[in-house]
C-alpha cells in the first residue's frame, strides 16, 4: 500500500465514462417531449452537477413549472430509457481511465461517488471490465441528497472504513471529480480533491487541490504526494 494515500473515491460521469454527452442527449429528447429546449451551454453552466432528479427540478423551478414529483419521477424514468438505448457497446472510457483505476485498486480500496443511476454504472464497469475493482458505489439515490451535498461522499467514504475494518483518514483520502459541484461535495465530506479538465476549465476547479487533464495524466505518486 502506498506510503499516504489511504483511498480514492472517484467521480463516475465526466472522471471515468464520457457520458456527459449521451447524457445532455437523453435530458434534450426528454425535455423536447414537454416542449422545453435545453440548450448544451445551460447544461453544462447549470445543471451538470445534479443527479437526475435534481436536473429536472432545477429546470422546473428555472423555467417556472408546475411539476409534481410523480412527474419528475416519469421524466427521470423516461430520460433514463433513452440513455440506455445509446449505450451502445464501444469505448465510452476517456483515455487511461481503466489503466489508472487498476493502479489505483492495486494500492488503496477505491469507490465510485456520483450522481448517476446505478444500473447506468454498474452496465458500463462491467462491460469494460472494471467492476471487481470499486468496493464501494455510491449513486443516485443512496443519500437523501446529492451532490453538492456531501452526503454521497461521506457514505462512500463510511463504506469503505468499514470494508477496511480500521479509521481512515480523510485527509489521505482522495476524491476525483470533474465539476464545481463534485469538488464542492467532496470538501465539505473533508476529503482531498482533484480536479479533472474533461468538462471544465481549470480556472472553474479552484476548489481542486490538484488540476489535470484526465487519469491518463494522473499518477498514484502525485496523489501520494497530495495527501502527505
Known sequence: MSSALQAVIFDFDGVIADSEPLHLKAFQQALAEEGVVLEREDYFSRYLGYDDVGV????????????????????????????QSMLEAGEVLFPGAAAFIRAAAAEVPIAIASGALRHEIVQIVESTG?????RVIVAAGDTPEGKPSPAPYLLA???????????????RCVAIEDSMWGLESARGAGLRCVGVTTSYGAAELTCAELVVDGLRTLTIPMLDELVK
Not at 56 to 80: I, Q, S
Not at 157 to 171: M, S, V
Request: zero cysteines; proline letters at 2%.
Open 56 to 83: 429536472f427540478a432545477a429546470v422546473a423551478r428555472d423555467r417556472a413549472l408546475a411539476w409534481t414529483d410523480r412527474h419528475v419521477t416519469a421524466l427521470v424514468a423516461r430520460k433514463g430509457t433513452k440513455l
Open 130 to 134: 472494471l467492476d471487481a475493482l470499486f
Open 157 to 171: 467514504f463510511e463504506q469503505l472504513q468499514q470494508l477496511a475494518g480500521r479509521p481512515l483518514d480523510r485527509r
